[in-house]
């Protein structure tokens, strides 16, 4: 398996991954174009964030994007792993363990880079149990949003 940053070339498996993963976790049913746009605009401005590929055999099979957020507590920046997709065949194999790994060992080596987030479904106990098995641990903060529909 490889993990790389994602390329441009391969914004349409982000969609489709995308996609698959809204209907899967939320039964939310995303508009495709809006979605490309959206993914596009990552690899446009990567002021918005980088994605990240796992590979094996020239396949992509499961990606993540980081995003940005300033810390004035810490001066420094905290990666924020959002839109994890495993393909099914691909799942409880480690795949989202060598993605994570790369990320850590990305956030290990600059000084400026003081840790890692993430957010998931309560609901999803699985996700909670492979995050916290990678040495996550679920944070004090609550989580509020507003979003416009």
């Known amino acids: ?5 994602a390329i441009p070339e391969e914004a349409p498996q982000l969609v489709k991954f995308q996609v698959a993963m809204a209907l899967e976790t939320e039964n939310l049913i995303l508009d495709r174009e809006t979605v490309t746009q959206g993914v596009m605009a990552v690899f446009l401005d990567s002021a918005r964030g980088n994605y990240f590929i796992a590979e094996e055999n020239g396949q992509v099979i499961a990606s993540l994007l980081t995003t940005f957020e300033w810390s004035d507590w810490r001066n420094g920046t905290v990666l924020w792993i959002q839109s994890v997709y495993v ?9 989202y363990r060598a993605l994570y790994t790369h990320i ?3 956030v290990e080596r600059d000084h400026q880079l ?4 993430l957010y998931a479904d309560k609901t999803n ?3 909670g149990q492979v995050y916290e098995k990678l040495g996550m641990t679920a ?4 989580l ?4 416009k529909l």
């Open 1 to 5: 398996m490889i993990v790389r940053e």
């Open 87 to 95: 393909l099914p065949e691909f799942r409880r194999k480690g795949t």
């Open 104 to 106: 850590k060992a990305i």
């Open 114 to 117: 003081k840790g890692i987030r």
């Open 125 to 127: 106990t699985a996700a």
């Open 139 to 142: 944070d004090h903060y609550q």
């Open 144 to 147: 509020f949003e507003w979003l």
